[in-house]
């Protein structure tokens, strides 16, 4: 899978071999474990908020996301254009969405597009 891959190397830089091997076990990809949950194995609450509480705005959040994937400007197609238009947490909620979950368009596009008809362009 070309996903494990990517993944393996940002997680190997990140926290080193001992979490790549946690997290690329299946079950820590099976989808049962919100995002939020899925983080917090690994940094605490903290990997994403300022002493453990959310900020008002959402934007230290977004700069912790940021700041271990890169910036939205640095991504993909699907991802490109909300540079300045959207933060992380508007597609991927972390305490609602569970890994391996896609996000999808419908609730601010309505004509039809999705990650796939984007990339495919
Ligand atoms: C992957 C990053 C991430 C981790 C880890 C994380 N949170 Fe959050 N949390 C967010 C973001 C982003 C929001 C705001 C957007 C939202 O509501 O989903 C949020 C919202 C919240 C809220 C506001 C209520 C709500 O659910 O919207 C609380 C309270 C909260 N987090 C507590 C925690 C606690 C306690 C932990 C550790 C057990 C934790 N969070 C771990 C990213 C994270
Ligand atoms: C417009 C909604 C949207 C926003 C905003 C967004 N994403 Fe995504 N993200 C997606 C979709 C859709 C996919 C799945 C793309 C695909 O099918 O390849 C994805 C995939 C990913 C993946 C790969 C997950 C996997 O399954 O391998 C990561 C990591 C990710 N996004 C991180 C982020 C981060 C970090 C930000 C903020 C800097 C962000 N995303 C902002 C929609 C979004
Ligand atoms: C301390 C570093 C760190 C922070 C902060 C962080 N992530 Fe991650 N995140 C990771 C690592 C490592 C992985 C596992 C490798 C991968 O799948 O990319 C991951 C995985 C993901 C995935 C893919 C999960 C899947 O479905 O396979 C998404 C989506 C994601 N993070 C979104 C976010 C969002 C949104 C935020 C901010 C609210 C955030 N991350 C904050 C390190 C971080
Ligand atoms: C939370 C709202 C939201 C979601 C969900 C969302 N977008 Fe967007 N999108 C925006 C905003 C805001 C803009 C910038 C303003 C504009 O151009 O309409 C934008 C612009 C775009 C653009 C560039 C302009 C255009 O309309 O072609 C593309 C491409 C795009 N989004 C693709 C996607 C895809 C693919 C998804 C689903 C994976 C998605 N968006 C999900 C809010 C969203």
Redesign the pocket.
């Known amino acids: 899978m070309e996903d494990t891959i990517v993944s393996k190397t940002l997680l190997s830089a990140i926290f080193g071999a001992a979490f790549a091997a946690l997290a690329l076990t299946p079950a820590a990809f099976a989808g049962d474990q919100t995002?939020?949950?899925?983080?917090?194995e690994n940094?605490?609450?903290?990997?994403?908020?300022k002493d453990?509480?959310?900020?008002a705005d959402?934007a230290y959040?977004?700069e912790?996301?940021q700041s271990c994937h890169g910036t939205l400007a640095e991504m993909d197609d699907v991802h490109k254009p909300h540079d300045g238009n959207l933060?992380?947490?508007d597609c991927?909620?972390?305490?609602?969405n569970n890994v391996g979950q896609k996000p999808t368009c419908e609730s601010c596009h309505d004509d039809g597009r999705t990650a796939d008809s984007v990339l495919k362009k």
């Open positions: 995002l939020a949950e899925f983080h917090v940094g605490g609450c903290d990997s994403c908020h453990e509480s959310p900020s959402g959040e977004f912790q996301c933060v992380c947490a991927h909620a972390p305490h609602d």
